[in-house]
């Protein structure tokens, strides 16, 4: 399935398993204008999702050296003031309770959290940022534990359970590191 060009009042969109088209092809993939950058959709990628606000996109690839021992991750995309950027992330470094977007994408990726509604929580999350960069640091667990009550308030059971299955996932692989 593919959701693209959610994209108003700020909402990303995302690239799913149908590969993208477009004329301007690079390194990345398939580009799309947004916010005066060109960003990159990778369709290769694990995990690929752009920013409408701020501009900034975040492509996850696993790292050739990539072993359950040694769980690296690349994050690729463009910041928000069009500069390509390269990272890498171990996952089992990471603290989801202060950590940047582009770790949390990644360690989201290793968990194996790559389903349409797992985007939108990873949306859900980035948008709770309110335009910050894809680099600074937040504590994702505070934000998903309250995204979790506020479906629990609202009635929305199917709601407080992705979140619940989402918190645990990422708390376990972290917890056994």
Known sequence: MNVNGIGTAGYPAWQGTRKAESNEKDNFGANVK???????????????????KTGESANVYRADDYSEENPFYIVKGMDKNGNEYEQ????SKVNPNSCSYMELLAL??????????NFMTMSILKDKMDGTSYQEKADYMAMAH????????LGDWDGYLRYGKWINDILTFCKSK
């Open 34 to 52: 947004a916010t005066g950058n060109v960003v990159h959709i990778a369709p290769d990628a694990l995990f690929s999702i752009y920013d409408a």
């Open 146 to 153: 309250e995204l979790m009550n506020d479906m629990k308030t």
């Open 108 to 117: 989201n990726a290793h968990t194996g959290n790559k389903s349409d509604s």
């Open 88 to 91: 890498m992330v171990d996952v």
